[in-house]
């Protein structure tokens, strides 16, 4: 955490200043900063300059201090914070300890080329806990495995951690097979006890995700089945996944080419607006793994370059 303005002090005489006043009010801030304190003491007058001390002034040299109309609080007078940026993918968990950590309230989030998204705040965070009752939160915010695994502080014994929880509930399979099975769906996310034919079952009806709680030890059985189905799962995952970052290098691909067109052409107005989209699917394929952040930089840096030698 860094400050950007180092603290200033005003030193000021009375009202309807004479030269003593502001002579006094420039020695002392003159000796002040050669003590080096930290602080910078800078000179500044409450009143509009005689003729007599602007006379001493211009035969020494010395420029009048600064007309200090009034000593409230102004915005550039607060000292700002340098919060380095977050990913929108990181847990709620990981971004309250941020918080802690660095003693702020507030989060920035950004893309993959340092660009501001929002904001983070700290009520944002409390109104999340607050306010769950859906089920299905967890898929529909697209929650990363890791950070399941990150925020019930557990252990990944089996599948891909950064693999997303896309569909499904959040099922807590405390009742017999027969509930189990006619609660669970496809890639829900099922809580368990110690139960060894509760692990299975909910393994055999596909579940994605499955949370077995109290620390106790996973039986070889379960684990070897979880590995099976996260084996056939996953060729499926990559597959789909394959063929969605094709499209997505495509699309990246047909931005750019658009940008050097309408740079080609010396149209100044199409390459800035052809800039603007590339950069959003440049984010989006960021955002989405297709690409590291520092080679998306690369690439929408090298644009705009293009775009700002057009004349």
Known sequence: ME??????????????????????????ANLKNQLQ???QYIPKRAGAINEETRYVLEHFGVEPPEYAEDA????????????????SHISLKRAWELMKTENVVTLPVVNAADKLEGLIITGDIAQSYMDVYDNHILSRARTQYK??????????????????????????????KDFMEESIE????????????????????????????????VSMEVLELANIKSAKKRILVTETKTARNKAIR??????????????????????????????????????????????????????????????
Do not use: M
Not at 190 to 202: F, K, L, M, T, Y
């Open 3 to 28: 400050y950007q303005q180092e603290n200033k002090v005003w030193v000021i005489g009375h009202k309807n200043p004479d030269t003593d006043s502001i002579c006094a009010a420039i020695c002392y």
């Open 37 to 39: 304190d930290g602080y």
């Open 72 to 87: 409230g609080a102004q915005a550039k007078d607060i000292a700002f914070r340098k919060t380095a940026g977050v990913s």
């Open 147 to 176: 950070n399941i695994v990150e925020t019930l502080n557990g252990t990944l014994l089996a599948g891909n951690e950064h693999a997303y929880f896309l569909r499904g509930k959040v099922v807590i399979a405390t009742g017999s």
């Open 186 to 217: 496809p890639d829900d996310l099922v809580i368990v006890g110690d139960r060894d034919e509760s692990h299975i079952c909910a393994i055999e009806e596909n579940a994605s995700c499955l949370v077995v709680t109290g620390g106790i030890q």
């Open 250 to 311: 495509s699309e990246v691909k047909t931005s750019i080419k658009k940008v050097e067109a309408a740079v080609a052409a010396n149209d100044k107005a199409a390459a800035e607006a052809a800039l603007k989209d590339a950069t959003s699917v440049i984010s989006t394929a960021c955002s989405k793994g297709v690409y590291h952040k520092n080679n998306a930089a690369r690439k929408v840096s090298r644009l705009s370059k293009l775009v700002n030698g057009v004349a």
